[in-house]
């Protein structure tokens, strides 16, 4: 069992910048970052092992960064520049014993 808190979210202007946490009960070996915008499906936003390889969808690639503090157990995603487009809920996830655990989800908007 995995449990996922997430914090961060809010409301910023479009070219701000945000960061999301998410502290995992354990630790993970990958742990990814999701978001779902009203009336659309959730869409895959990064990755990021904890021997520190990551990977980005193409929307976020330049704009995002994706860290971790292991010791802590703790999921970064610093997000800049961000756009309207960015505005959804965003979700952390872990891949653990061959499920999928998700957090609460955290509210990003973007508008002026």
């Known amino acids: 069992q995995v449990q996922l808190v997430e914090s961060g979210g809010g409301l910023v202007q479009p070219g701000g910048s945000l960061r999301l946490s998410c502290t995992a009960s354990?630790?993970?070996?990958?742990m990814r970052w999701y978001r779902q915008a009203p009336g659309k499906q959730r869409e895959y936003v990064a990755a990021?092992?904890?021997?520190?390889?990551?990977h980005y969808a193409d929307s976020v690639k330049g704009r995002f960064t994706m860290t971790r503090d292991n010791a802590k157990n703790t999921l970064f995603l610093q997000m800049n520049s961000l756009k309207p487009e960015d505005t959804a809920v965003y979700y952390c996830n872990a891949l653990y014993d061959g499920k999928n655990y998700w957090g609460q989800g955290t509210q990003v908007t973007v508008s002026s």
């Open positions: 354990r630790s993970i070996y990958l």
């Open positions: 990021l092992t904890s021997g520190g390889s990551t």
